[in-house]
C-alpha cells in the first residue's frame, strides 16, 4: 500500500483510509470468525485455517481459469455476476466439505489427547495444505486479472471526493449479510443453540442429548464455508493469489480474533475490524513500512491489559 499524503488533501485522505479498513477489517472478520466458531466449541486453535483460505483461493482462480477457456474473454456484466454467483456457492461448499475432512481424519481422534496434540496435528495439517497450494498454484503468484475482470474498477458510489470501488461493494455486500446470517444462526436456531450448549459443558450437552460430534462437525463446516467465502471475495479484490497467502491473512485472522476474545463471535468482527484499520492507517500513513509492527503492537499492549480480548470471558480455561 503506498502512501496517499502527497496528492490527497488530509480529510479525503481520511476517508479514503477508513474505507480502505472497513473493507479489509470485513475480510479479516470472516476469517476470524472460523477460529473463533473452532476454539469456542472444542478449543482447538485451528492453525489449518489460513491455509484452507488458500485453497478457496486457488479455486476461485482456477474456476475462473476454466470459465475464460470456455467462454473466451470475461468483462463485468451479465457473464461475470453469473461466474461471481458460481463461486460464491461452489468454493465455500468445498471448503466446508474440506474442513469437515480434516476434522473427521485428524482432530476427531484426539478429541480426549492432552491439548498439546490436536495443536501440533493443526500444524501439521497447515503445512500439508500449504504443499498442496504450492502445486497447485506454483511458486510464481498468479493474477487473476490476467485471466478474467469479474469486478469492474470503476466507482460504485461516490461522496465528498470519496469513491467506494465496485470491489469494495462486492466485498461489503458479501460479507455483512453473512455476519449478519450467522449470528441469527447461532442465537436464535436449534443448531445455535446446541452450538452454545456444547461450548458451555460439552459433557452436560452430551447428557442432555445433543449430539456432540454432529455439532462438532456443523462447527467445522461453518468455520470451512466461511473461510471459501472469504477466498473469493478476497481474489476478487486482490486479483492476486500465492500458495504462502494463508500464512499472512490466517496470522492477521487470528490475531484479529485473539483481540476480540477467541471463542466470541462478536469479538472475532470487532477484532476484525480493529486490524483492518490499524492495516489501513498504518499503511497510508508510514507506506506500508510498519503495518505488522503496529498490528502485533497493538496486540502486545491489549493481551498485558486485557488478556481475555475486547470481548473475551474469563468463565472459561483458555489454552
Known sequence: MHSLLADTPGSILFWELFLNGLVMGALFALIALGYSLVYGIIELVNFAHGDLFMLGSALTYSLTAMAVSSFGAITPGGMSLAIIVGLLIVVPLF?????????????????????????????????VLVNIGQLWIGTSPLSLENKAQLVSDGTAIEAGGVALKWKDAVVLLTVVPVMIGLTWLVKFTRLGKAM?????????????????ERVIASTFFLGGYLAG??????????????????????????????????????????????????????????????????????????????PTGLLGSRSREKV
Do not use: H
Open 196 to 212: 452454545r450448549a456444547t461450548a458451555q459443558n460439552l459433557v452436560a450437552a452430551q447428557l442432555m442429548g445433543i449430539s456432540v
Open 95 to 127: 471448503c466446508a466439505v474440506v474442513n469437515v475432512i480434516i476434522d473427521r481424519v485428524v482432530y476427531r481422534p484426539l478429541r480426549r489427547a492432552p491439548r498439546l496434540v490436536p495443536l501440533v496435528s493443526a500444524l501439521g495439517v497447515s503445512f
Open 229 to 306: 467465502l472469504a477466498a473469493v471475495v478476497y481474489t476478487l479484490k486482490i486479483g492476486r493469489i500465492e500458495y504462502q497467502m494463508g500464512f499472512q491473512n490466517g496470522l492477521y485472522a487470528f490475531t484479529a480474533a485473539v483481540v476480540g476474545g477467541i471463542g466470541n463471535i462478536p469479538g472475532a468482527v470487532l477484532g476484525g475490524l480493529l486490524l483492518g484499520f490499524i492495516y489501513s492507517f498504518g499503511g497510508g500513513y508510514s507506506q506500508g513500512n510498519w503495518i505488522d509492527a503496529l498490528i502485533f503492537g497493538v496486540l502486545i499492549v491489549l493481551l498485558i491489559f486485557r
